[in-house]
């Protein structure tokens, strides 16, 4: 991969999905406002379903992803075939059992805070998690190709159709607008893949290579699974323990928290099949080290100044757009402040997958998560308010984000200054312009539009010393020179 085509599908990936993302806010905006604190609550409690699904095939997904690279790459069209029917089968015996389990507890009335909302909203959600596998598994196909093109273009279509959609239908149906306009999107998306990719296989395979693709991938699929819980676990103590509206006032905060993840999750997506291969032998390993540690230094750079900028405009936007939610401001900052150091773990845990040392991340994962629900969860029963649980989640993720980067930097580099250097150019950023935008949201003239003019101008300044120390070396001239040079020979 030539780095000019890194750059453009790695660009291409993120801005499919912060158009994505901008549509999604738009639905967000209009479901909060249309549906209040106490049903917005709901909405984000539903979209557990949704998030939970893409887990049914238990693993058979992420050991294709492991498995087709490098398979595709020598063009071993009948393996790839066999490992592709193997995979179909947990697609959709996994998605059935999945689908029973959320009717089984549906039916005994769990969890209480969808009990008024009957039966065709969950449905409908449960519908969209099925379909979604689908995309899924045509999605890995195309991207072990290389077909990121495709994999952004149908990303696009399907949340820019079901999103306008549902800001169509909201007013009039509620959330099942919402769930229809969805639907209506994946539709178009699953049309947009099959055309990219009109000889992936849906038919049953080899229950023997079914099992070989979980046994494969199952450390893989949990640590994903881990990861979900660790960015969930702040919902679910909400659901156990608050109220619809404490959790319609959280759920303002997740939306803005989502941006963040998209440019690391872009680059990783781009990188994590050339990591699969370079492990398997077919790929320079050394080059593709480089790439992911420079991928590293540019987003640890840029993001933080980014979010930090935009942490300053939430009051004034919720007081505009959302006034009813204008409370929730702190707790916005602070889980946008959480994803930033969550998302510096992103690249290093794909390099970390993809390498080989799946186990010994997962075991981290798993130790940092249950450190991280104790303490989310014994905050929310003392304290089941959007702030307190934010800054409790925001624990969770640093301390999460902080041992896979010291994992990552052991394999990425040999020697110990190195391996500091790397951990701090992944951190530094996010901590000073985080406390700096903090600590300017309390200063400043009183008029919000004003002052958040005067602390976003203080916060840039604040950021252009580190840009300049940590800067150098991490290739940030070259990003727009690889944008706009002459296409190169794959």
Known sequence: MTGRRFVRDMLGLAASQYVSRAMLLARGVVA?????????????????ILDYSAYAPCGALQGLDLRLPATSARGEAQESRRLLAGTWNMVVGGGALFALAVIVMLANGHPRILRGLGWQAPLLMLAAGLLQLVLQYVGSVLRARGRFDAVSGSTAAQVLVGGALGIALVHRFGIPGLLWGWLAGTAVALVWVRRA????????????RSRALVRGGFVVFAFYGVSLVLRSVDRLALIRFGHPEDLGAYSVGLMAAGLVFYLPEAAAAVLYPRIVAAADGARDLERTRHEVTRAQRTLSLLLPVAVAVSMIWVTPVLELFLPQFVTAARSVRLLAMAALLLSAATLPGYWLLGRGHARALLAAGVLCAALAAAVVFGVAARAPRPFPVAAAACAGYGLFAVVIVALAARDLHAAPRARLSFAASSFLPTLWLGAAAFVACELGPPRPVLAALVRSAAVILLALPVLAWLGRGAGLDKVATLWTAPRETA
């Open 197 to 208: 990719a009109p000889d992936v296989p849906f038919r049953l395979g080899a229950l023997a």
């Open 32 to 48: 909060a406002a249309t549906l209040g604190p106490a049903g917005f609550g709901s909405w984000n409690a539903l979209n557990l």
